[in-house]
């Protein structure tokens, strides 16, 4: 399967500040992540920052909050702010939390239903 793109609007908390952006879908990956800098101009402060396991090993990365809007469906999800990630990246829980998988033969999203447990 090649690489997944997929637009999505992210946006600040209070929905001030948006950007469609191109993102990678990243199935090894929980969460989101942003680069530090697109998270700047919509104005994503972080809340925190945590150690997160990687490739590479374990880094500490900041941690922040945004409202994310994906093929109709949207909701606000904790996301990484990175320094040194330059693409916007869709983990599992945004994925999963909106009722997505990947098919691996078109690497398209396709709708499933929500797991409720």
């Given at each position: 399967m090649e690489?997944?793109?997929i637009e999505v609007e992210i946006s600040d908390l209070e929905r001030k500040k948006s950007a469609k952006l191109n993102a990678l879908v990243d199935t090894g990956a929980s969460l989101a992540v942003l680069p530090e800098k697109i998270a700047e101009e919509l104005?994503?402060?972080p809340i925190s920052e945590e150690k997160v396991s990687t490739g590479?090993?374990?880094?500490?990365v900041k941690r922040g909050r945004a409202w994310i809007k994906l093929k109709g469906?949207?909701?606000?999800?904790p996301i990484w702010i990175s320094g040194f990630i330059d693409k916007v990246?869709?983990?599992?829980v945004v994925l999963e939390s909106?009722?997505?998988?990947v098919d691996p033969a078109t690497?398209?999203?396709?709708?499933?239903?929500?797991?409720?447990?």
């Open positions: 690489h997944s793109w104005g994503i402060e590479a090993g374990e880094i500490k469906k949207e909701d606000a999800f990246l869709l983990g599992v909106f009722g997505f998988d690497g398209t999203l396709k709708e499933r239903p929500l797991l409720l447990y």
